[in-house]
């Protein structure tokens, strides 16, 4: 079964305008990573954010994250059609020497030039 | 490039047959995990290994095996293969364990026929 739910499945917008998804989990972690995946490839990590932090910015990124409501969200800002993607968040849970990275169901997001 | 190298990039097979997937984790990356990607399953983890040692257990079935040699370099290893096997299979690999970004290799698409 899947920690993370994504939402909504799919997100359709223009260019220039923000995008958001959000991420729910189940279980108490240790930390909420975000990636992404081009159609058929491989997934590429973009942010990482520890449980003890509620904001990280990384360029166009933004990711907040909600403990007490087990939420985070992905906000990339000024959307370009090269961003049509799909993104995932995945959950860590466990120790340092143990534990596994738990992907959501994703995020299709298409930016329509 | 994420410099995590996976092969083959096609593999087609009949039900029955036994193949392995190959896997070498990007320089300097002691950690290595196998995901398996479907349509209906979504991005499913199997197993993690680190520095040769198994660490983490996921979905993975008992028909299904994998192993980290010395070099770091790991395989996969599908038996009895059903239609159902038929999937996008990721290897990942990361530094440490939990807190380090996962970097991916372009996949596996395995066609079970």
């Known amino acids: 079964s899947q920690q993370g739910e994504e939402d909504p499945q799919a997100l359709s917008i223009q260019e220039g305008e923000n995008a958001t998804m959000n991420c729910s989990y189940k279980?108490?972690?240790?930390?909420l990573q975000w990636y992404r995946q081009n159609s058929g490839r491989g997934l590429v990590h973009l942010i990482l954010?520890?449980?003890?932090?509620r904001e990280k910015h990384s360029g166009r990124l933004r990711v907040t994250l909600d403990t007490s409501k087990k939420s985070s969200s992905l906000l990339i800002t000024a959307s370009r059609a090269a961003d049509t993607a799909s993104y995932f968040c995945?959950?860590?849970?466990?120790?340092?020497?143990?534990?596994?990275?738990?992907f959501g169901q994703g995020t299709i997001l298409t930016v329509h030039p | 490039d994420s410099g995590v190298t996976q092969t083959p990039k096609h593999l087609i097979t009949a039900t029955g047959q036994r193949v392995t997937l190959r896997c070498s984790p990007r320089?300097?990356?002691?950690?290595v995990y196998w995901y398996q990607q479907s349509l209906d399953q979504g991005l499913q983890f199997l197993i993690q290994?680190?520095?040769?040692?198994e660490r983490a257990k996921g979905n993975i079935l008992e028909r299904f095996s994998a192993q980290q040699f010395p070099d770091l370099h790991s395989e996969l290893n599908l038996s009895s293969l059903e239609l159902g096997d038929s999937a996008l299979y990721f290897c990942?690999?990361?530094w440490g364990q939990g807190d380090s970004p996962l970097h991916f290799g372009n996949g596996t698409r395995l066609t079970v026929t």
């Open positions: 990942a690999s990361s």
């Open positions: 279980t108490s972690i240790n930390n």
């Open positions: 954010i520890r449980s003890n932090e």
């Open positions: 995945a959950t860590w849970a466990g120790g340092t020497s143990y534990g596994k990275l738990t």
């Open positions: 320089s300097g990356d002691l950690s």
């Open positions: 290994y680190y520095n040769g040692e």
